[in-house]
């Protein structure tokens, strides 16, 4: 009876990331459930252990080389410690694949991500209805009514929803090359982790999430009032699909002068790619 060698390789890459970030969000995507399917069973790497060599003065001289062989594609494969060349390969068919079906049903993802969009920037309209204001605290709303004040505070559960949504948009934009693709020195940025805080990726994300017809720009993220930012912008809040994002100065700012051809031709070529 055969041992068998398996070689438990792992895996790890933004695409992963990418794809446990629409999972928690309970996104549904036939390629991902497939891609998640092979990339499961592509890491195991099952091969029959050879038994040792038997009668070996009985054996031919090419009966002898064969086993040989045998022997030492066995060592080879059970001394292993990274992924071999071949599996390799297949992986980054296998991703190129998905982040392809990615960019073509970008919009469905993004239909799927509105319900829960619209709810939180419907509730966020409401409560600047009502009279809260983006600087609000709960110091200023002491005496305000309690529908004013529970809508002060349901703000910030909302804000915590489409923080977690920008965060997909974004998402797609790095890892799978939705528009707008975000670029470091003409190319694109390897992580969201890039985008820094004070020069940013070149995109202004607000163009993703706001009414290209009363568009506003979302203020930068302030850690110890975050739901200010989605209250100042909440009239103006709209998931907008990817055709609709606009194009030219609105996407991009204060990056170098450059940045809008680069970021015109990188997204002309992943579409011709994707195509």
Request: hydrophobic content about 45%; aromatic content about 4%; proline content about 7%.
């Amino acid at each position: 009876m055969n041992n068998h060698i398996n070689l438990d390789l792992k895996f790890e890459g933004q695409l992963a990331s990418l794809v446990a970030i629409l999972t928690q969000r309970g996104i549904k995507l036939d390629a991902v459930t497939k891609w998640e399917t092979l990339t499961q069973a592509l890491p195991i790497h099952t091969l029959p252990r050879p038994a040792a060599v038997e009668n070996i003065l009985d054996k031919t001289p090419e009966e002898l080389a064969h086993e040989a062989r045998i022997l030492a594609a066995d060592t080879a494969h059970n001394s292993l410690t990274s992924m071999p060349q071949e599996l390799q390969r297949i992986r980054e068919q296998l991703d190129a694949a998905l982040m392809g079906e990615i960019r073509a049903n970008a919009n469905q993802i993004l239909t799927q991500l509105r319900p829960a969009f619209d709810q939180a920037a419907d509730a966020l309209r409401a409560a600047r209805e009502l009279g809260v204001n983006p600087t609000d605290t709960i110091e200023t709303l002491f005496e305000a009514d309690k529908p004013v004040r529970m809508a002060w505070l349901n703000a910030q559960t909302h804000a915590k929803t489409l923080d977690g949504i920008l965060l997909v948009r974004q998402e797609l934009s790095v890892t799978a090359g939705v528009p707008p693709v975000p670029l470091r020195d003409g190319r694109p940025i390897g992580s969201i982790n890039d985008i820094r805080h004070d020069v940013g990726s070149g995109v202004d994300w607000s163009a993703t999430i706001t009414d290209p017809g009363d568009a506003g720009r979302l203020a930068p993220y302030n850690p110890k009032a975050p739901w200010q930012r989605w209250l100042q912008l909440a009239p103006k809040l709209k998931l907008v699909d990817v055709e609709t994002v606009p194009n030219g100065n609105d996407v991009l700012y204060r990056a170098n002068p450059d940045l809008l051809a680069k970021v015109t031709a990188e997204a002309q070529r992943r579409a011709q790619v994707a195509a």
